[in-house]
T-cell receptor, first 112, second 112 residues
Framework: GEDVEQSLFLSVREGDSSVINCTYT??????LYWYKQEPGAGLQLLTY?????DMKQDQRLTVLLNKKDKHLSLRIADTQTGDSAIYFC????????????FGPGTRLSVLP | DGGITQSPKYLFRKEGQNVTLSCEQN?????MYWYRQDPGQGLRLIYY???????QKGDIAEGYSVSREKKESFPLTVTSAQKNPTAFYLC???????????FGPGTRLTVL
């Protein structure tokens, strides 16, 4: 089955850029997503990229997709304390059934 | 306002009791999902439903049951057969099973 991996922790200083990485094993996903989870809350969709794109920019967020290496990254420019959260990458698949696979999440801590 | 709601936010139960978690959406989505989240882990799929009156087991269905009698509602029952029920439970919905998922705020269940 699909495996999605992420590093579990990342610390950055306020104002710096954050880069959160994700690798996956199954290349059949049509879309790849980034979700944000603040403490004690549900997941909020941040952005997504279609699998035939290499890059997508949305204000402070840049998503890079390297299909050859099965690597997805999320760059947050000018990171703020409000960006402190857990970030999940996820992919969908065409398989009947478990269509969404989430990574374990990266906890981003923004230091003043 | 369209959205997905879960209630209650916090739930305490004694060991051996069944408990039902509520999930309601007014997004007119066909598909609904239940996930479990444990500290430091990603989301694990418990059950999902593609359409009313139909549901399928996910990765960790043992000790749980669901029903989907109405499009808007997908309640999850945590039975006494679930060996380690204390966790954060997240409900989600999507237009179809291959589409982006929208999450509720979650219910934190603690079994004493």
């Amino acid at each position: 089955g699909e495996d999605v991996e992420q590093s579990l922790f990342l610390s950055v200083r306020e104002g710096d850029s954050s880069v959160i990485n994700c690798t996956y094993t199954d290349s059949s996903s049509t879309y790849l997503y980034w979700y944000k989870q603040e403490p004690g809350a549900g997941l909020q969709l941040l952005t997504y990229i279609f699998s035939n794109m290499d890059m997508k920019q949305d204000q402070r967020l840049t998503v890079l997709l390297n299909k050859k290496d099965k690597h997805l990254s999320l760059r947050i420019a000018d990171t703020q304390t409000g960006d402190s959260a857990i970030y999940f990458c996820a992919g969908n698949r065409d398989n009947y059934g478990q269509n969404f696979v989430f990574g374990p999440g990266t906890r981003l801590s923004v230091l003043p | 306002d369209g959205g997905i709601t879960q209630s209650p936010k916090y739930l305490f139960r004694k060991e051996g009791q069944n408990v039902t978690l509520s999930c309601e959406q007014n997004l007119n989505h066909d598909a609904m999902y239940w996930y479990r989240q444990d500290p430091g882990q990603g989301l694990r799929l418990i059950y999902y439903s593609q359409i009313v009156n139909d549901f399928q087991k996910g990765d960790i269905a043992e000790g749980y049951s669901v029903s989907r009698e109405k499009k808007e509602s997908f309640p999850l029952t945590v039975t006494s057969a679930q060996k380690n029920p204390t966790a954060f439970y997240l409900c989600a919905s999507s237009i179809g099973v291959e589409d982006e998922q929208f999450f509720g705020p979650g219910t934190r269940l603690t079994v004493l």
